[in-house]
């Protein structure tokens, strides 16, 4: 399990999530945030922010799961992490899939972060803008 800083203001709509790049690559191996408010949550927006460059050519994943799964798609699919330059901010999806619906985090679930490669030397921030349900 990732060891991460969270920022979390409670029922203010939104989290933060410091992104430090890994070796492994296995389920949420970025970052896994247990849903913070203890009750289902409509994902309205997500940001990835990096402030450095990952050493290792590799595609970052954001999305939600029941446990660290990896290679969950639903927010952020394929971000190139050795070509996101530092100071750069890109936005995820807030549609999961051609219906247009938004991305539930249910109250037990997780955001999870995670890479096809390594992703060292890697470092960012993770915004995730919610509603409640």
Known sequence: MAANTITVTQGKGWATVDLVGVLAHTGGDIANVLNPEGEPLIITRVVVYSTHVSDG??????GVGTTAEHDQTELVSALDVVALTAGTAVNGYACGDAADALVIWPTSGYVVVNASASTVGFT?????EYIHA
């Open 57 to 62: 050519a590799a595609n970052l994943n954001v």
């Open 124 to 128: 960012g921030r993770l915004h995730i």
